[in-house]
């Protein structure tokens, strides 16, 4: 039985993928990731990871975040966004289980649904017995029903946020792909500066003016991804934000060691 308060790491679409292709994983990354995971050793660690360059791309052309359309051809296209989904996770779940990581994946779109855009319902019978047997539960941002759309986009840090409040997570991890939250696009501005520490009122201040991401982000890029977690940090929940493209920074993340990288608190 385990009591812990889980550790979620949400490994970011733009780290894993070339947000600028299609389809296009970087499997090297997921690999080193994976055997990072491995490496920190967490009895309660709930994964996220995002859509990338495999479910944005689709969900942009389709137009899934909107909702059905009333075509049957959009139903096929929302499966399709579903299942590109599937086959990223299906390569992140290849790099964990070959390092040896108990995961298995659970696809937010059997066990959730939305309104709105909303997490309305969630099925945690699966996900409560998996932590209990000390299993690695694997989510991810996910094309989902809407009770009131028809279908719709969870994004991944929506997610995060939901299950970090719902089961009071001792901290949410995120693994990016820039060295945490900057004033300005370090990608493209040299002299962008890092915040080390934020507080919840200071994350608030920044985030309209943090960025949108390169490629195509349906889910509202850095900045979308942060006003997502501020209900977390909200209710308490420490957020450590790091370059997963970067060796290491995750398992020192994971392992409460100092990164390259933001750390954020209530206070
Ligand atoms: O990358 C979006 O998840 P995110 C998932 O965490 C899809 O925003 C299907 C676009």
Avoid at 20 to 41: H, M, Q, S, Y
Avoid at 122 to 139: C, G, I, N, R
Wanted: glycine residues 10%; hydrophobic residues 40%.
């Amino acid at each position: 039985m385990n009591s812990e308060r889980p550790v979620i790491l949400k490994i970011g679409g733009s780290a894993i993928t070339d947000k600028t292709g299609e389809l296009a994983a970087k499997t090297e990354i997921i690999n080193r990731l994976a055997e990072e995971i491995k490496r920190a050793d967490l009895d309660n660690l709930i994964i996220v990871h995002g859509g990338g360059s495999f479910g944005h791309p689709r969900a942009e052309e389709y137009g899934i975040k909107k909702g059905y359309n009333g075509e049957p051809s959009h139903k096929v296209q929302f499966a399709e966004t579903h299942h590109v989904m599937t086959v990223l996770n299906g390569l992140i779940m290849d790099a964990l289980i070959w390092h040896e990581v108990p995961a298995v994946s659970i696809a937010p779109s059997s066990c959730l649904i939305t309104e709105n855009g909303r997490v309305k319902f969630f099925d945690e019978t699966v996900l409560k017995s998996m932590q209990k047997m000390a299993f690695t539960p694997v989510m991810y941002g996910d094309a989902v029903l809407d009770d009131k759309l028809g279908f719709t986009i969870l994004s991944g840090d929506q997610l995060v946020a939901y299950l970090a409040i719902k089961y009071k997570a001792s901290k949410i991890v995120i693994g990016t792909d820039t060295d945490g939250l900057f004033d300005c696009d370090p990608k493209t501005n040299p002299n962008a500066k890092s915040y080390k520490h934020l507080t919840l009122a200071e994350l608030k201040e920044i985030q309209p003016k943090l960025g949108k991401a390169a490629g195509t982000d349906v889910t509202g890029g850095m900045g979308g991804k942060i006003a997502e977690l501020i209900p977390a940090v909200e209710a308490g929940v420490h957020v450590t934000i790091t370059g997963a493209t970067k060796g290491l920074s995750v398992y020192r993340a994971l392992t409460d060691q100092s990164i390259l990288g933001t750390e954020i608190d209530k206070v």
